[in-house]
């Protein structure tokens, strides 16, 4: 019996260089995506660069946490304000044209 956490939604890497070699699955209720997650010594990527929440109605966020940036489509996050986070939105860490830290949020609801 697999007793692992059922994901509310993946990260998927936008370019096959990305950060992660295969998505990241989101499974806790609040979940950091850092330089461990991550899986890069980069220092401008802090060690809780961005938190992915969700929540018991199913509603999801990311919320910066970093000095050098979060972007969602294309647009910097205001630290420590979370922003609702749908199906087939981009997070960007560090820079909007970022391509090694770009994912697509894929939401577990949407997959049906």
Not at 11 to 20: M, N, T
Not at 29 to 42: A, D, F, M
């Amino acid at each position: 019996m697999d007793d692992a956490p059922t994901p509310y939604g993946w990260l998927q890497p936008l370019a096959a260089d990305a950060g992660l070699a295969e998505p990241l699955a989101l499974t806790a209720p609040e979940q950091r995506v850092g330089r461990t997650e991550l899986k890069t010594s980069r220092k401008l990527v802090s060690k809780a660069h961005a938190i992915l929440a969700h929540s018991a109605a199913g509603a999801a966020t990311v919320e910066d946490r970093s000095v050098n940036g979060t972007f969602l489509n294309g647009a910097r996050l205001p630290q420590n304000d979370p922003a609702p986070l749908q199906h087939g939105d981009v997070v960007t860490l560090l820079a909007a044209d970022s391509a090694e830290f770009a994912f697509v949020y894929v939401a577990a609801a949407a997959l049906g």
